[in-house]
């Protein structure tokens, strides 16, 4: 027992020269960010929380202390609003931690096509959260990796990217714009030993999906897509799906010619 | 999307014998419970339930809402000097014990699964093998956050009407937000134990009485297989925490899993076969004195997911009662012999003697004497005509019987068992109810 009371005692910096990675994660409040979030803080990591709300901010930050983080920052901000000064803000949440191991965008907000189909405010706002803005940020952290020579970035994007389909397309071209985008990075960052992931999960149990019937097989649990997240931020190629059974699913549905697919309501 | 209640068709408890529909809320912050808790009222009662570990209808609602506080599960705060631990309602035990034991630190007292929140662990006082040493869990609670439907909030602590209406109140009295517990400290994560068979039930309280003088965690298993003279032949095993060792704590992930539902014909040999590799197990360590992790200790059954699915898709009750000193002999060896004749027990009963700690709960269903636990297979009739007669014995006995596993026992065996009843109503929020409780309280 080390009889420190997991806030105060030690020095900041010092924790942070302990720390095992130094993590910035976007839209921290999300049920997969907070699953990844828990597997960094057992490992001893310095964090910075970034989303909107302050008040869950804190709380999350409190818990991932008693978790075992070596540090965790929290920065309450509108990550859309923010997006073209994103290279001011990861800036200023890195240097204090000498530097970036592991980025994770994980915002995102998936929105209903019924409405934008009728409302240019939903269709915006799908494809600003998506992709517009999501997009500047991944750049911003492309340019760090790339003068630091190491870190990965690591940005969540889905399946629903894969092919354009009636239920959800607006969601589905943000998202699949945002994996190619970070495809693109990660070419550019090849040969300079960092790296960018795009994570493709498939249906994931968490509060965004409330509403669908969930359940059976190709659901996954928000703790396994942290998991994956984690994974990612250490290894593998730029575009991952999670579970990897998705990588086949839609390898599948892609192939599936538009005279039969279009008789679908998929 | 997380303030909102979605419908459930098939919702169930640990016991699955009730399949029904449920409107489930999923909060994941304090300020979502706090809004939901407002939306419930008199006309449209709701529970707080967490990960429905109770085996029978106290943790449902049928037709009525549920507030599901698994996703509310943040430490707010962990002292690794004095051990105190302040954690949202919806952290589970095995969650907690990620963050105490790599500390030094344990549980208070702990139920034979870590797969329970801190808001069951208080709702239902659960007990454990240190019962005698430690008391139930409510024994160690310092405060807990209890959020009212009226839109009231108050920090609760010891000595609080309401606190003691709380601990063990079957998640009535209020949504509990948050509680904070004094754990205990160990020198590691493993315990010294030692088996010893017993081949009459008499000789059960025999060792009880003696092991318990220099033993924290103590239980015996109980073959339900035989009769006649070799009836409640059984194992007891005891252990203390280890000195030496180091503080790992348990993987997260199951080592087995049950997939589906095990089909009716081949439900008892699979049923039995887990069983007998429990049994197997202690056999193996009967011989002298043996060391082990704390989690297949304390929490053998963890290690298969779903394990509930072995008793097929009709689900299972589980019969757990207490009886006082006075009259454990005497019952034990009745109910057994019952249970026996039946031929519909599970293969292996637990047996634990309480200690004469105050319960701290109005409810709390842990008193000094004996408790004896038991699944049934849901046979309908005729498994309900067995408990109705294992009432008798429990209720001439002057015993009772616990909330958490019980999804059948009628409004006279509640209140018998449990006098303070009608005081503990005085406090029950009108905003909520469950099965259970309508059943009971009438």
New interface residues.
């Given amino acids: 027992m080390d009889g420190s009371l997991g806030y105060a005692p030690m020095q900041a910096d010092l924790k942070q020269a302990q720390a095992s990675n130094r993590v910035i994660i976007l839209g921290a409040l999300s049920a997969i960010a907070m699953a990844a979030a828990r597997i960094y803080a057992r490992e001893g990591a310095a964090l910075v929380l970034v989303a909107r709300n302050e008040a869950r901010l804190d709380a999350l930050a409190a818990d991932l202390y008693a978790r075992g983080a070596a540090n965790v920052v929290v920065a309450a901000m509108d990550l859309e609003a923010e997006a073209r000064n994103a290279g001011e803000h990861l800036a200023a949440w890195s240097s204090p931690m000498g530097g970036l191991d592991h980025i994770h965008l994980v915002y995102g907000y998936l929105g209903s096509q019924l409405e934008a189909t009728a409302s240019q405010a939903e269709l915006s706002r799908i494809v600003t959260s998506n992709f517009t803005s999501a997009v500047h940020w991944c750049e911003a952290a492309a340019n760090i990796l790339r003068r630091q020579k190491h870190g990965t970035l690591v940005a969540v994007s889905s399946v629903a990217g894969d092919r354009g389909r009636q239920s959800n397309y607006a969601y589905g071209a943000a998202k699949g714009g945002l994996a190619l985008y970070v495809q693109g990075i990660a070419h550019s960052l090849a040969g300079t030993g960092a790296r960018a992931v795009a994570v493709k999960p498939g249906f994931v149990d968490t509060p965004m999906t409330d509403g669908l019937k969930k359940g059976g097989p190709m659901w996954a649990s928000a703790d396994q897509i942290g998991q994956a997240l984690r994974r990612a931020a250490d290894k593998g190629g730029p575009i991952q799906y999670s579970p990897g059974k998705w990588r086949i699913v839609m390898a599948m549905i892609r192939a599936v010619p538009a005279f039969v697919f279009h008789k679908t309501r998929l | 999307?997380?303030e909102?209640f979605?419908s459930d068709a098939t919702l169930t408890s640990w016991g699955r014998v009730v399949r029904e529909r449920h409107d489930v809320a999923?909060p994941?912050?304090?300020?979502e419970v706090s809004r939901i808790v407002q939306t419930l009222s008199a006309d449209s009662p709701g529970l707080a339930v967490g990960l429905r570990r109770s085996y029978g209808d106290s943790n449902l609602n049928p037709d009525g809402r549920l507030i599901d506080m698994t996703?509310v599960d943040?430490?707010?705060?962990?002292?690794?000097?004095t051990g105190v631990?302040r954690a949202e309602a919806g952290v589970s035990l095995s969650q907690a014990l990620?963050?105490l034991v790599p500390?030094?630190w344990f549980l208070p007292t702990t139920p034979g699964t870590r797969f329970v929140t801190l808001g069951g662990a208080v709702a239902n006082d659960v007990h454990g093998k240190n019962h005698h040493a430690a008391g139930a869990f409510g024994a160690s609670v310092t405060r807990l956050k209890l959020l009212r439907t009226d839109g009231g909030s108050q920090e609760l602590a010891p000595g609080d009407p309401l606190f003691h209406a709380t601990v063990g109140g079957l998640g009535l009295t209020g949504i509990i937000a948050w509680v904070e517990f004094r754990a205990t400290p160990i020198p590691s994560a493993y315990l010294d134990g030692e088996d010893t068979s017993f081949t009459r039930v008499e000789d059960y309280f025999d060792i009880a009485a003696e092991k318990r003088k220099s033993f924290q965690h103590t239980m015996a298993w109980v073959d339900c297989s035989t009769q006649g003279t070799k009836l409640g032949r059984g194992i007891f095993s005891s252990a203390n925490w280890a000195a030496y060792g180091d503080l790992a704590p348990h993987s997260e992930q199951s080592r087995r899993n049950v997939p589906l539902d095990a089909p009716d014909f081949t439900l008892n040999a699979l049923t039995v076969r887990a069983f007998n590799s429990v049994r197997h197990e202690l056999k193996r360590m009967r011989h002298g004195p043996y060391r082990t992790h704390y989690d297949p200790f304390l929490y053998p059954l963890d290690g298969i997911a779903h394990w509930n699915r072995l008793y097929g898709a009709k689900g299972f009750y589980q019969y757990q009662c207490v009886l006082p000193p006075a009259t454990a002999h005497a019952g034990v060896s009745e109910l057994l012999k019952t249970i026996v004749a039946s031929g519909q027990g599970s293969p292996l009963a637990v047996l634990k003697d309480f200690g004469p700690n105050a319960p701290v709960g109005m409810l709390s269903f842990p008193m000094e004497g004996t408790t004896l636990a038991l699944d049934f297979r849901n046979q309908e009739e005729r498994t309900l005509r067995l408990m109705a007669d294992l009432d008798r014995i429990v209720a001439d006995a002057g015993g009772r019987l616990y909330p958490a596993k019980d999804g059948r026992m009628p409004a006279a065996m509640f209140q018998s068992g449990f006098p303070k009843w009608q005081d503990f109503c005085a406090y029950v929020d009108p905003g909520l109810s469950s099965a259970f409780w309508r059943r009971v309280s009438g």
């Fill in positions: 999307m997380t909102t979605h999923r994941r912050f304090g300020d996703g943040r430490i707010i705060f962990f002292d690794r000097r631990m990620q963050v500390a030094g």
